[in-house]
């Protein structure tokens, strides 16, 4: 199974981007899927999730109102939208994928929830 990143860039503050997930060799419907971040010089956080039953979304508070995550089922494709971009927005964005997916943020935050991830894609908010 590999998860494929994709869509980083530099935009200005304020802009929008989207991040795409491609996953191959791997058909993900139960679980969830989440994406994760890490500033330079910071430790990787979460940012938000995607639970496949019922989907339902989780985010981090920092995030919150700014990113949607959408899906496209026939091109194993989940995606990121991220809207009003803040400088500190600035990372290399990583999504995961997880078989199962307990409830509660010990869970759907955790990067040891996630058993596949992707290579990483930067993004760069700057004027």
């Known amino acids: 199974v590999q998860l494929q990143a994709s869509g980083g860039g530099v935009v200005q503050p304020g802009g929008s981007l989207r991040l795409s997930c491609t996953s191959s060799g791997r058909t993900f419907s139960q679980g969830g899927m989440a994406w994760f971040r890490q500033a330079p010089g910071k430790a990787r956080e979460f940012v938000k999730a995607y639970r496949w039953s019922g989907s339902l979304q989780y985010d981090a508070d920092s995030v919150k109102g700014r990113f949607t995550i959408s899906t496209d089922n026939a091109k194993n494709t989940v995606y990121l939208q991220m809207d009003s971009l803040k400088p500190e927005d600035t990372a290399v964005y990583y999504c995961?994928?997880?078989?199962?997916?307990?409830?509660?943020?010990?869970?759907?935050?955790?990067?040891?929830?996630?058993?596949?991830w992707g290579q990483g894609t930067l993004v760069t908010v700057s004027s």
């Open positions: 995961a994928a997880a078989t199962t997916l307990g409830y509660g943020a010990n869970n759907y935050a955790r990067e040891q929830s996630y058993d596949y």
